[in-house]
């Protein structure tokens, strides 16, 4: 049976538990029943053992093989966050060409992913293309694409490998934040809590 890929369940019965059987007839069948259980048994992943309803685990699946990986403990956890938050306090170049806006649609259960394109004047301020300078609150210029995706690689492989303009228009930072991003969103949206663009 392991040539096909599928679950095979088999339920028997441990004659050979009970009273002696007295026909020679049965006692083949005994033998036989016997062996079989054992044949199953010993391809099986798992065996488990009914007695009066209560399950006795025999055989269990293989354990991984590997050695279990070393996890950070919570001191090592909180070091990271502040790095985290340290990380996201330093001063950053905005793309002149344009910045992604991401957001969840929890109804819809997916990432959405919004290409706004800007300008940047002679003072050195990030304006959209109508010249007005940007600012992070208040309603944000019409989108010149728009991505959705339900998981973190879907988003960007339609961003990265599929739009005809990603490689002129994202720099290669740019698109290292926005995986970041997709993949903090991805988190909030699978846990089903709010999620805020870095």
Excluded at 102 to 131: F, P, Q, W
Excluded at 174 to 185: L, S, T, V
């Amino acid at each position: 049976i392991t040539q096909w890929n599928a679950t095979f369940v088999f339920v028997t019965n441990e004659i050979g538990s009970g009273l002696h059987a007295e026909s020679n007839a049965s006692r083949k069948f005994v033998d036989a029943q016997g062996w079989f259980n054992q044949h199953v048994a010993s391809q099986a992943r798992m065996v488990v053992h009914m007695v009066a309803g209560v399950p006795n685990v025999i055989k269990e699946p293989p354990a991984e093989r590997r050695n279990p990986l070393r996890a950070p403990n919570s001191q090592q956890l909180n070091e990271r966050q502040v790095l985290d938050t340290f990380l996201s306090s330093r001063g950053l170049t905005m793309d002149s060409k344009g910045y992604f806006i991401m957001k969840l649609d929890h109804d819809k259960g997916v990432i959405r992913a919004t290409y706004h394109s800007c300008i940047v004047n002679d003072k050195g301020e990030v304006c959209d293309l109508n010249g007005n300078k940007l600012k992070c609150s208040g309603k944000s210029p019409d989108p010149m694409s728009t991505f959705e995706g339900r998981t973190a690689k879907e988003l960007t492989v339609k961003i990265f490998e599929r739009w005809e303009h990603a490689e002129e228009l994202v720099s290669v930072g740019h698109a290292a934040y926005i995986g970041r991003e997709a993949q903090k969103a991805e988190h909030c949206l699978f846990a089903g809590v709010f999620y805020q663009q870095d």
